[in-house]
């Protein structure tokens, strides 16, 4: 009631004619899902929570509200038994599908400059902690300790007292792991070259800006396993390893000189579509429309969007990359964005697509990552840098949405339109990796 | 009968709780549901805190679910599940706005002192946006929030407050003042 008076007292006419003006108009157009997008966004959240796997929540049940005091046995007892249904319920899936162990009791941390707590407070699964210019976190989680050190960004993905796992996705992090129950209790790091796999012991990791990765062991023994195809290394104290991105698979290599000429080349047709003829159409996955970047025709035609104009795309691509290299991720997709989305030769578009694209691959957006792609794909079809964004989206699946049935849909689908493209040996190798036996026999 | 409707609330609230529980527990068709049921609210909710053309809304989005998936333990039934996601998106927009608005600083200061316009947003160059859009965007991201949510979607202070957890008195002020903000921008852009 009390809400009501006020809310009337507020009347717009009271305060002047443009904020009425303006709330009205922003009544008459409420911002609209539309179905498209909706069904992309409820696959996007599915594939992220399909790769976290599945929550290990207990709930409480819920308070039901009072009811009146004259049935309130009545209310009560129905109340009761149905938050007894809920609370069987979940009694029912935590013991069939609870998948980790328990919680730590506390995970926190603590920003420090120059010796001094600037900042502290508890940690959650997902949260992602970065150290500025001249600051440096510690973290304690039960029997670890982590040291972040500045500009760095570490994520932690996971956090149960028996596993514990972080992701690096820039600078250096040392790491002093100490478990009550050896052997029950683990730690890992992953970055994007590798996975450092603890069992008690301290080491530090370290990503430079491309995305090696260095561990040092100084106590104890860890287990590195190269993201890509590689042998996994046990290291000792004193031992130390340097994992470059994407080491060990040896078409790694191929495949990025490929796509940069396939960059380099898009306003030409691949030399396999000129044998082949007219390019074949692409055929965009379920649930992608292309609406996110509306290329039509017309929109080309339009001027360039301001604030880029033609000459300064590789300027802004530069610029973007630089900041990519500093961790400013959101920053530099915001530029790329705009550089994607005005009428910037194809070429220009389609790389700065794939730079969002290993922006969020970088970050672990995978899903988002794969809407690139698929959106570079999209925008320059029959073209070489289009396939080889397709071929991106193909490894994209195999190595991180673990989705095998996308990944080898994308790797025939670039096959079936660049069948003699820069990339077509490697397509084909996967799929006979994906166990596609026809692609073996080649 | 409003005992009736008490009980049919009741079972309302256990059955969306028990939907959240579900999903968090790693049913993918709950987790749909889920989605399906509250996207088209909180969506909107973000897009007006954050712009409808901003590219970040449906990272939030997402990133509500997400954390509502990830923190399903904390909710302790004193509210429904729709009110309890729409504090997370609304704080999350807020953040999202925050972090924006601080990356763009340098550009406003630029504009402010006369050394030229603005850096256009990215979303200014999807396409054009209405003016209204276009003066919000020259709110602070609190003020904005006050403004959309108390003038534009209709929530009562307290409403807001229980959202953002901010105190009241300061919501009143963050309101006054963005009013102030939009009439003096407004002026301008009759003048200009």
Not at chain 1, 171 to 186: I, K, M, N, T, Y
Not at chain 1, 315 to 338: P, T
Request: glycine share 8%; charged share 25%.
């Amino acid at each position: 009631m009390a809400d009501e008076a006020n809310r009337s007292s507020e009347h717009p006419a009271l305060h002047g004619d443009a904020a009425e003006r303006l709330a009205g108009e922003l009544r008459r157009t409420p911002p609209w899902l539309d179905e498209m997008s909706r069904a992309r966004m409820e696959r996007s959240l599915v594939e992220t929570w399909r790769a976290r796997g599945a929550a290990k929540v207990s709930m409480p049940a819920p308070r039901a509200a009072r009811p009146p005091a004259a049935r309130w046995l009545f209310a009560g007892a129905l109340a009761a038994s149905a938050a007894a249904g809920v609370l069987f319920s979940l009694w029912a899936l935590d013991d069939s599908r609870s998948v980790s162990g328990p919680r730590l009791p506390v995970a926190q941390f603590e920003l420090l400059v120059d010796g001094m707590t600037l900042q502290s407070g508890n940690l959650a699964e997902g949260q992602t902690l970065e150290a500025g210019k001249r600051g440096h976190i510690e973290v304690s989680l039960g029997a670890s300790r982590l040291d972040i050190a500045r500009e760095s960004r570490v994520r932690f993905e996971r956090l149960s007292a028996d596993d514990v796992r972080v992701s690096l996705v820039s600078g250096s992090l040392d790491v002093a792991f100490h478990p009550e129950r050896p052997g029950e209790q683990h730690l890992s790091v992953s970055t994007r070259a590798a996975q450092v796999q603890v069992v008690g012991t301290r080491f530090s990791v370290h990503v430079d800006g491309r995305g090696d990765t260095r561990v040092e062991v100084s106590e104890g023994v860890v287990r590195v396993q190269p993201r890509a195809v590689g042998q996994e290394r046990l290291l000792r104290v004193g031992e130390s390893v340097l994992v470059p991105v994407d080491a060990g698979d040896e078409s790694e290599q191929a495949v990025r000189e490929a796509m940069e000429a396939g960059l380099a080349a898009a306003a030409a047709p691949a030399p396999g579509e000129a044998a082949a003829g007219e390019p074949l159409p692409l055929e965009p996955e379920t649930g992608f429309d292309g609406l996110d970047m509306d290329f039509t025709e017309a929109e080309v035609a339009e001027e360039s969007a301001p604030g880029v104009p033609r000459a300064s795309h590789e300027n802004v691509l530069e610029a973007a990359r630089r900041m990519l290299r500093q961790g400013k991720h959101s920053a530099a997709r915001d530029r790329l964005r705009a550089l994607a989305a005005s009428p910037a030769p194809v070429r220009v578009r389609v790389e700065a697509l794939t730079l969002i694209a290993e922006s969020y691959t970088a970050q672990g957006y995978i899903p988002r990552a794969a809407d690139t792609y698929r959106q570079a794909a999209y925008i320059a079809p029959g073209h070489a840098a289009g396939h080889n964004a397709l071929f991106a989206l193909a490894r994209l699946h195999e190595r991180y949405t673990l989705d095998r049935q996308a990944a080898v849909s994308a790797y025939q689908r670039y096959l079936r339109q660049a069948s003699q493209g820069a990339l077509a040996p490697q397509a084909r190798d996967a799929l006979c990796r994906l166990e596609q036996i026809e692609f073996c026999q080649r | 009968m409003q005992n009736v409707r008490t009980i049919a609330n009741n079972a309302e609230l256990l059955e969306e709780a028990e939907l959240l529980s579900r999903a968090a527990n790693g049913d993918e068709a709950c987790v749909r549901r889920l989605f399906r049921v509250h996207s088209p609210k909180l969506h909107r909710q973000v897009a007006r805190i954050l712009g409808a053309a901003d590219p970040d809304v449906e990272d939030v989005v997402q990133q509500v679910f997400l954390a509502a998936l990830d923190g399903a333990s904390r909710f302790d039934g004193r509210s429904t599940v729709s009110t309890w996601l729409f504090g997370i998106a609304t704080r999350r927009a807020l953040d999202a706005a925050r972090s924006r608005w601080r990356r763009q600083r340098w550009s406003r200061m630029a504009e402010a002192v006369g050394m030229g316009a603005a850096a256009p947003a990215p979303d200014r160059n999807l396409g054009a946006l209405a003016d209204a859009d276009a003066i919000l965007s020259r709110l602070s991201p609190e003020q904005r929030l006050v403004f959309v949510l108390h003038d534009v979607e209709g929530h009562t202070f307290a409403e807001i407050a229980g959202l953002t957890d901010i105190g009241i008195s300061t919501l009143h002020g963050r309101l006054t003042s963005a009013r102030k903000r939009i009439q003096q921008l407004a002026k301008e852009a009759d003048h200009g």
